[in-house]
């Protein structure tokens, strides 16, 4: 299949083969086999149109802050919203388009006196990746202030749906099946300096607990109920564990970091050896948090 499969107006946002890795934070991953940049809501509709008409899965790229793709790629349409970000607070809420950083929300909430999205500080990626991953950290996570979100749902309908509508759960939400256009977030009104101040205290800790400036997808695995995995994971003596380019971070034991050159099956190896590892200390069957292009089993690679 070539491009001229899909419909006319796409193809000046059509690419072929393009490289995933430079997509993501922890890059790593082979090509995607089409490409599309959406920049309007016709577009988003178009590519899932066509790739419906065509049989061709679609998967949708948010900052690739959470995401694990494959060395032989992904076969397919990716499609990315990174030219829909617009952000307008009107008091105490926030409509927000799926493209836009969730750091330049929480900058935008704080200058204009929003007050909610700050526990979001220093969490990386989209909005459209926070809401279909439900992203959050300590101090709460996105659906606290989720209003309403419009989305493309998986039946391809373009649907509007209220907080009470959305199943959102630690670290995962049904968003993820279909493709997030928009949201309405609420909070409430505050201090503009507190709350740049709140946030830049969160930041701060992030930044002192985890290795930020290092290739990686943020925490690979999810938290067991009631406890840390990277606490856990450090028990177990898995720090500096490494495959290849691939190595547990001395900083933080959830955080897989990219050393230069690694590989994703380092990276899927690596994971697998820090389960079992876990798993004969402390009896705890770890969950990946990352998602992983196309969708496996963390065995061997
Ligand atoms: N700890 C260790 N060794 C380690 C790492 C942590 O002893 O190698 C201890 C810490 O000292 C602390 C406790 O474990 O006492 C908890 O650690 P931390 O505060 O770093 O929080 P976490 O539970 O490991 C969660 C989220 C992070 C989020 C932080 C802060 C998950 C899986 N992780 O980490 O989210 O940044 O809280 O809000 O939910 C992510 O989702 O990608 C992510 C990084």
Redesign the pocket.
């Known amino acids: 299949m070539s491009i001229a499969a899909f419909p006319k107006r796409l193809h000046e946002r059509l690419r072929c083969n393009e490289p995933l890795s430079p997509h993501t934070t922890l890059r790593v991953g082979g090509p995607a086999e089409y490409y599309v940049e959406a920049t309007s809501l016709r577009d988003v509709a178009d590519t899932v149109h066509a790739a419906r008409e065509l049989g061709l899965p679609l998967h949708v790229l948010g900052g690739g802050s ?1 995401l694990l793709i494959a060395d032989e790629g992904v076969k397919g349409v990716v499609l990315c919203l990174h030219g829909m970000k617009s952000i307008n607070v009107f008091g105490s809420k926030v409509q927000v388009q799926a493209g836009a950083n969730l750091s330049t929300l929480v900058n935008r909430c704080s200058a204009e006196g929003l007050a909610g999205p700050q526990t979001l500080a ?2 990386p990626g989209t909005v459209g990746g926070a809401l279909a991953m439900n ?5 709460g996570e996105i659906a606290d202030y989720v209003e309403r979100v419009i989305w493309i749902n998986p039946e391809g309908e373009l649907q509007s749906l209220y907080r009470e509508e959305i199943k959102f759960a ?2 995962i939400s049904e968003l993820r099946h279909g493709v997030v256009i928009e949201a309405v977030l609420q909070g409430t009104v505050g201090d503009r300096k507190a709350l740049i101040a709140h946030a830049r205290d ?1 930041l701060q ?2 930044l002192a ?2 290795p930020y400036s290092e290739f990686s ?3 690979a ?3 067991p109920m009631g406890q ?4 856990i ?3 177990a003596g898995c ?1 500096g564990l490494r495959v290849g380019g691939a190595q547990v ?1 001395d ?5 897989i970091i990219n050393t230069g050159e690694a590989r994703a099956a380092e990276v899927i190896e690596l994971m697998r050896q820090v389960t079992q590892r876990v798993f004969e200390a402390h009896g705890i069957e770890l969950q990946p ?1 990352v998602q992983v292009w196309p969708r496996r089993g963390l065995q061997a690679a």
């Open positions: 959470n220093g969490i992203a959050g950290g300590r101090y630690y670290r969160i800790q992030k607990a985890q997808a943020g925490c695995f999810k938290n840390s995995a990277g606490k994971i450090d028990l720090k971070s900083r933080h034991g959830n955080f948090e």
